[in-house]
């Protein structure tokens, strides 16, 4: 008599887990559990979306402030990419334009 009660409360415990489960299951599969996992997902595109703009933004600002520099020492840019941008300013500010003092430069 007693190893049915225990073998009777084995099966009640698995029997409430299994329910338990596949009422789980179900819940996700109703409207408000789909919208709530879309809410999740969208929530976390739009958190991975927002942190590569601001990594892009941080690149952008400090090539800028690379760029300005440059410009202002008057040198021509490092450039590491396609062949064809290698030097890409070298001509340009060796120039006669930049070899003789211009009107309002007080560098020279």
Do not use: C, N
């Not at 596949?22 to 919208?35: D, E, I, Y």
């Not at 927002?50 to 450039?79: N, Q, T, W």
């Amino acid at each position: 008599m007693v190893k049915r009660l225990l073998w009777l409360g084995v099966g009640l415990a698995v029997g409430a887990l299994a329910v338990r489960a596949v009422t789980k299951q179900a819940r996700k599969l109703t409207p408000g559990g789909l919208v709530d996992s879309v809410g999740r997902s969208v929530g976390g595109l739009t958190e991975s979306l927002r942190s590569f703009v601001d990594d892009v933004r941080d690149g952008m600002a400090s090539r800028e402030d690379e760029i300005h520099r440059a410009f202002a020492e008057g040198e021509a840019l490092d450039v590491e990419g396609p062949s064809w941008a290698q030097g890409v300013g070298t001509t340009f500010y060796s120039s006669k334009l930049f070899q003789e003092p211009q009107e309002g430069d007080a560098r020279r």
